[in-house]
Structures are given as C-alpha cells and as structure tokens.
C-alpha cells in the first residue's frame, strides 16, 4: 500500500526566505505526483503536477522535482511571502491499471506559516 | 461555475441522523471522487465515479456510505447512521478525461460535525 510522508509538518521563516518542502513515498511506481495548497476552510489549490516521466516542473515562484527512483519530491518556494502561509499537500497517483489506480494518495502536509 | 461546489458547506448532525452531502462538478468532468479528510490528516479517498458507473468504491470505511451519480454529473455521498468518527471534511474533486494526465480540481469541502 502507497504511504506518503511529508517533512516537515509544520515549518516557520521570515519573509523573503527561501524554502524546500519535502515529500516522500514508498511505492515508485507512480503515475504522477501533486502539490497542493489548502488555506483554512478551504478546499484544495493544485499548484503543480509532475508526470512520472517528468524531473521537475515551474510556475512562478514554485518549483517542484520528482526523483521517483528514490521515491522522493521536494516544493521549492522562492522569495516567500506572507500570503504563502498555507499547509501543502503532495499526493501520488500509483501507476497500475484498474480499481484503486485513479485515486491520489496523499501526505498529512506541511503547515507553513511566513512571518512578515 | 468555474469550479466544483459542494454543499452544504457545513452540517451538524445528531448521532444516529441520516445525511447527505452534494458536489457539483466542473461541467464536463468525467471523472469524480470523493475524499474524508480528518483533522490534522491529509485527505483519504473514499471513492470513485466514471460518468455514472461507480468503478472504485474501496475507500467508504462501511456500508453506511453510500454515493451516487445518476446522471453523470452531480454527485450525492450520503451517510446513514452517522456516528463521531464520521466527522471530517469531505471533498469532492472532479477531472476532464480519464485518459489525460490531468489534474483533479478540488471543492472547498463539507465539514461534517457528528454530535
């Protein structure tokens, strides 16, 4: 059974540091892998998606790799702000065909806080 | 709308009470899941529909979940007998094509509270 881990689970920095997120899973055979964002009451922002296939993906101030061999993927936050402070989530697609391969799998989060 | 809804956004509900919690999906959306999402957890799935075929119904804890889509489209996760452990945010999340890598866009949840 897929498990994700994600380190660590809460993490606070000043502002205008940068910062690295880390998830990791026991099961390389993925499909694909997700960061989320999710603000209190709020449901879920995807930030980013990486393809099995992928190394890494960008969008803006994000950066995310994938090393699936090792079973690990690291959020990298340039520059952060105030209004980054949200718990992130990074869940795994498993790569096999049928019931249970379209689910996501996800890691209890990150909870970042930015200090102004 | 633009993305998925749910509703109600927030129930309470007695020990014993019959519930049921809607998601609209993005207009389109093939593909449609159900997650519980328990305080200080991430989100565990519960299930799984195609259109209107329910193809993955692995993850509801018991036979007190029940979910439907009978038209392909909105979805109902209805909770018979609701107990304490029942209380959690359930998410619907909704994708276009079963067949791309794409992603699953989320709704903000239900916040189930069972007293």
């Known amino acids: 059974k897929q498990e994700v881990t994600q380190i660590p689970a809460a993490l606070s920095v000043p502002e205008g540091e940068n910062l690295v997120l880390n998830c990791s899973f026991t099961d390389s055979a993925i499909y694909n892998l997700q960061w989320f964002r999710q603000d209190p009451g709020k449901g879920l922002t995807s930030l980013l998606l990486i393809q099995s296939s992928q190394r890494e993906q960008t969008s803006g101030r994000l950066n995310a790799s994938l090393d699936k061999s090792s079973g690990r993927s690291t959020l990298y936050i340039a520059a952060s702000q105030p209004g980054d402070s949200a718990t992130y989530l990074c869940?795994?697609?498993?790569?096999?065909?049928?019931?249970?391969?379209?689910?996501?799998?996800f890691g209890k989060g990150t909870k970042l806080s930015v200090i102004p | 709308g633009a993305g998925v809804s749910q509703s109600p956004r927030y129930k309470v509900a007695k020990r014993g009470q019959d519930v049921a919690l809607r998601c609209d999906p993005i207009s389109g959306h093939v593909s449609l899941f159900w997650y519980q999402q328990a305080l200080g957890q991430g989100p565990e799935f519960l299930t799984y529909?195609?259109?209107?075929?329910?193809?993955?119904k692995s993850g509801l804890p018991s036979d007190r979940f029940f979910a439907e889509r009978p038209e392909g489209s909105v979805s109902t996760l209805k909770i018979q007998r609701t107990q304490q452990e029942d209380s959690a945010v359930y998410l619907c999340?909704?994708?276009?094509?079963?067949?791309?890598?794409?992603?699953?866009?989320f709704g903000p949840g239900t916040r189930l509270t069972v007293l």
């Open positions: 529909f195609q259109n209107e075929a329910q193809l993955d």
């Open positions: 869940a795994v697609r498993g790569a096999y065909s049928g019931a249970g391969s379209y689910q996501l799998t």
């Open positions: 999340a909704s994708r276009p094509d079963r067949g791309r890598p794409s992603e699953q866009f």
